[in-house]
Nanobody, 125 residues
Framework: QVQLVESGGGLVQAGDSLRLSCAAS????????MGWFRQAPGKEREFVAS????????DYAASVKGRLTITRDNAKNTIYLQMNDLKPEDTAVYYC??????????????????WGQGTQVTVSS
């Protein structure tokens, strides 16, 4: 069992930066691929970024590549999403997720077995 708790969301202006954190409990964290997804009002939850169990391999949605960076600290059982140059279209609830069945970065929602409760990010223009 893995429990995930996100933090770091908030209200910012376009061009600002935020760093989201996701603290995980459970012994499988170090062997699980991890990811970030987001869901805007009226839209489906979409893939944002993922990293392998070691953090050495990362994958990003085209819309965030170059602006958002996923990292992980296995000693702290925590993953991060550094968000730079935020845009109004980045406004959404951001969820972290764990995929303990996989070591490599994953894009598919169905590959993830555990989800956090989400943290709201609002970017004003």
């Amino acid at each position: 069992q893995v429990q995930l708790v996100e933090s770091g969301g908030g209200l910012v202006q376009a061009g600002d930066s935020l760093r989201l954190s996701c603290a995980a409990s459970g012994r499988t964290f170090g062997t699980a691929a991890m990811g970030w997804f987001r869901q805007a009002p009226g839209k489906e939850r979409e893939f944002v970024a993922s990293c392998s169990n070691s953090g050495s391999i990362t994958d990003y949605a085209a819309s965030v590549k170059g602006r958002l960076t996923i990292t992980r600290d296995n000693a702290k059982n925590t993953i991060y999403l550094q968000m730079n140059d935020l845009k109004p279209e980045d406004t959404a609830v951001y969820y972290c997720a764990a995929a303990p069945r996989y070591l490599g970065a994953r894009r598919r929602r169905d590959d993830y077995d555990y989800w956090g409760q989400g943290t709201q990010v609002t970017v004003s223009s």
